[in-house]
Nanobody, 126 residues
Framework: QVHLVESGGGSVQPGGSLTLSCAVSGATYKICMGWFRQAPGKEREGVAGLYTGRDSRYYGDSVKGRFTISQDNAKKTLYLQMNNLKPEDTAMYYC????????????????????WGQGTHVTVSS
């Protein structure tokens, strides 16, 4: 099994930047690792994803050009660099893992991810 722990959430002004981290424990061979977010009253949204062992990254339309997903294999950590943050980015952010394939053009639905972190909240306001 896989264990995930997020950190790095907080409050930031519009236009600011924030980096989220997700420490990963367990088997990570051929796993899709992703970031999701959910605001009150809204559906859980796929933000970004990558497939371990490949330099291929997926981004949701609402964050393209602003967010960057990356991994450090030595540290077994997943990152989400968020730039030019907007109020609509306010949400609880979760890292997740699935024994599924993903690519720059495809991210499985949230229901297909078996492992989830506890979440870290991001607030963007002035």
């Amino acid at each position: 099994q896989v264990h995930l722990v997020e950190s790095g959430g907080g409050s930031v002004q519009p236009g600011g930047s924030l980096t989220l981290s997700c420490a990963v424990s367990g088997a990570t061979y051929k796993i899709c690792m992703g970031w999701f977010r959910q605001a009150p009253g809204k559906e859980r949204e796929g933000v970004a994803g990558l497939y371990t062992g490949r330099d291929s990254r997926y981004y949701g339309d609402s964050v393209k050009g602003r967010f960057t997903i990356s991994q450090d294999n030595a540290k077994k950590t997943l990152y989400l660099q968020m730039n030019n943050l907007k109020p609509e980015d306010t949400a609880m952010y979760y890292c997740a893992a699935a024994y599924r394939y993903c690519s720059s053009a495809y991210l499985p639905a949230s229901a297909e991810f078996n492992y989830w972190g506890q979440g870290t909240h991001v607030t963007v306001s002035s």
